[in-house]
């Protein structure tokens, strides 16, 4: 005789087989804070990138010699540590607020940063990344000496924040200590190490080679870190510090606050300041640079103040590749104007009108 099951059992079973099926689909499934606690909010301490240190990084090694060493990198740390992994059914996608936070490490010396935010989001089988500056929050500095290179004993240092607010399926956030980072150009070479010729295309002539520059100028990396205290080296920085990250997500939210993106370009020594680049009629590969994603705004930052500096955004459609954007000139002693990117610009030229030590730029990030 057959077993018959009531119409109340096959009604369950019935139910959760849709409910798999559903699932295995995206059409339903856990939403993105159908997660652990120590996974929607979460926490780590990023420890600065050391690197090997020399005394002259222009100096070529001998035939059979130990390999060229830089004292800064101009490749991003591949592995940044990951603060929050969220992942939930494609149907349950929706507008995710993230807060990234970054504080000095207490009792801790030395410059804090710059430290890079990593939002990675999307849906279904793509996503995308941006980008962006987390700030350091307030801190007591040392009574006597120099009160900016260390957090007085006993005291908290608190967070800087930084808010995105992204449509999406997943979240994963990452954050990269940069303070061996400099910025290379659209060839792949950082302002102040020696580039090659261009290889000319045809009728074209052959874009010069570029000399370094002299190594007690620079560059150097926007903070260094010395393996060892005997290591001598031009580079006027003092050490960078730990920084402790936090990063938390939630539904929905209005969000006004402003995020940034720094370039951090040429890092030299302010007692040889140097010319960046040099007069611009188009754009310039040596120093062109691409333009961070999202990026809505510009501005230029340098050092002296009394050097003027000349800028070129392109969109690269012209068959020449000068782009389309004209110029913008700042004047010496003025600041940066904020700098409006638009249409399909992405990349900026400049160049200054005077000896500088450093330059960097700032983006306003935003979609």
Not at 15 to 40: C, F, M, T, V, Y
Not at 133 to 140: H, K, L, N, Q, V
Not at 186 to 204: D, L, Q, T
Request: aromatic share 8%; with cysteine.
């Amino acid at each position: 005789m057959a077993n018959f099951l009531d119409a109340k059992t096959l009604s369950m079973i019935q139910a959760a087989q849709n409910a798999r099926s559903a699932n295995r689909s995206g059409k339903s499934g856990p939403r993105l804070l159908d997660d652990g606690e120590n996974n929607i909010g979460n926490a780590t301490t990023l420890m600065p990138q050391v690197l090997p240190p020399v005394t002259n990084p222009y100096v070529l090694p001998p035939p059979g010699g130990s390999p060229l060493v830089l004292p800064w990198t101009k490749v991003k740390q591949g592995t940044p540590p990951r603060v929050l992994n969220l992942t939930g059914a494609s149907k349950a996608g929706q507008s995710m607020t993230v807060v990234m936070t970054a504080a000095r490490l207490a009792n801790s010396a030395g410059v804090a940063g710059p430290v890079t935010g990593i939002i990675e989001f999307g849906n279904g089988t793509q996503n995308t990344r941006i980008e962006f500056d987390i700030p350091f929050g307030p801190y007591a500095g040392l009574g006597e000496g120099n009160p900016l290179f260390a957090s007085q004993p006993g005291t908290q240092p608190e967070d800087g924040i930084a808010t995105i607010q992204v449509p999406t399926g997943m979240i994963r956030a990452y954050a990269r200590y940069d303070n061996a980072y400099l910025t290379p150009n659209i060839r792949g070479y950082v302002f102040g190490e020696a580039m090659p010729a261009i290889p000319p295309p045809p009728s074209i002539p052959v874009s010069p080679a570029v000399p370094a520059i002299a190594p007690a100028s620079g560059p150097f990396p926007p903070n260094q870190v010395y393996p060892e205290d005997t290591v001598t080296n031009a580079n006027p920085n003092p050490n960078s510090c730990p920084a402790v990250i936090k990063a938390f997500a939630n539904y929905f939210g209005r969000i006004h606050s402003k995020l940034y993106k720094t370039l951090y370009l040429y890092n030299g020594n302010a007692s040889a300041p140097v010319p960046f680049g040099s007069s611009i009629q188009k754009l310039e590969p040596n120093t062109t640079y691409v333009i961070p994603a999202g990026a809505k705004t510009v501005s230029v930052n340098r050092t002296p103040f009394s050097s003027g500096m000349t800028v070129l955004l392109g969109d690269l459609t012209s068959v020449s590749g000068e782009g389309i954007g004209g110029y913008i000139v700042i004047p010496a002693n003025q600041a940066s104007p904020v700098i409006p990117i638009t249409g399909n610009q992405c990349v900026i030229g400049l160049f200054s009108n005077g000896d500088v030590s450093a330059v960097s730029l700032t983006f306003e990030i935003g979609f």
